[in-house]
T-cell receptor, first 121, second 111 residues
Framework: GAVVSQHPSRVICKSGTSVKIECRSL??????MFWYRQFPKQSLMLMAT?????????EQGVEKDKFLINHASLTLSTLTVTSAHPEDSSFYIC?????????????????FGPGTRLTVL | QKEVEQNSGPLSVPEGAIASLNCTYS??????FFWYRQYSGKSPELIMS????GDKEDGRFTAQLNKASQYVSLLIRDSQPSDSATYLC???????????FGTGTRLKVLA
């Protein structure tokens, strides 16, 4: 159980284009999902918290107009990188919050998707 | 600032030995603790979670939590070359479900 998928797994695009990444919880409902990015040999950096039916909460320093997040259902969150530039090239990983007791609280566990490797030329 | 610290390694152990990975955290209000394994180029996968002081065992893995010392560790018994990866410690604090990640410890199990 607790499987999270991401699509696409890899994308190469030209500078200036927009890229959409989908994150799905396959066997559970997730009111909350998270988006991270990871540069080589570094730890995960939280970009934003995605809440179903409401606006995402962005971490300090993350441009909300550049990284658009939509959490339209309990199983799907999308991250759109708008007007991508080479410096946006990174490994983007989503996670979905799965409560162990059906309620949301400190004991909830994040399950990670397989990640999307974005390369902007 | 709330911090989670791990030794970056690499920690090298021979095959069959016990690997001991350590993590300290600064926020005494921390409530939930997680260990993830991340292979190069892949996303993190959950190994164990622990919420109460003491030991928690799952197969070859044992997590140990000492809230008084603000310390959580992961022991891997009978280490295998396939255990070679980066191990991430993650902590949540009261009132939030965001993780604070350590920088990870790179483990090498030598055949």
């Amino acid at each position: 159980g607790a499987v999270v998928s991401q699509h696409p797994s890899r994308v190469i695009c030209k500078s200036g284009t927009s890229v959409k990444i989908e994150c799905r919880s396959l066997d559970f409902q997730a009111t909350t999902m998270f988006w991270y990015r990871q540069f080589p040999k570094q730890s995960l950096m939280l970009m934003a918290t995605s809440n179903e039916g409401s606006k995402a909460t962005y971490e300090q320093g993350v441009e909300k107009d550049k990284f658009l997040i939509n959490h339209a259902s309990l199983t799907l969150s999308t991250l759109t990188v708008t007007s991508a530039h080479p410096e946006d090239s990174s490994f983007y990983i989503c996670s979905a919050l799965s409560g162990t007791s059906g309620r949301r609280g400190a004991e909830d566990t994040q399950y990670f998707g397989p990640g999307t490797r974005l390369t902007v030329l | 600032q709330k911090e989670v610290e791990q030794n970056s390694g690499p920690l090298s152990v021979p095959e069959g030995a016990i690997a001991s990975l350590n993590c300290t955290y600064s926020d005494r209000g921390s409530q939930s603790f997680f260990w993830y394994r991340q292979y190069s180029g892949k996303s993190p996968e959950l190994i164990m979670s622990i919420y109460s002081n003491g030991d928690k065992e799952d197969g070859r893995f044992t997590a140990q939590l000492n809230k008084a010392s603000q310390y959580v560790s992961l022991l891997i018994r009978d280490s295998q070359p396939s255990d070679s990866a980066t191990y991430l410690c993650a902590v949540t604090t009261s009132g939030t479900y965001k993780y604070i990640f350590g920088t990870g410890t790179r483990l090498k199990v030598l055949a």
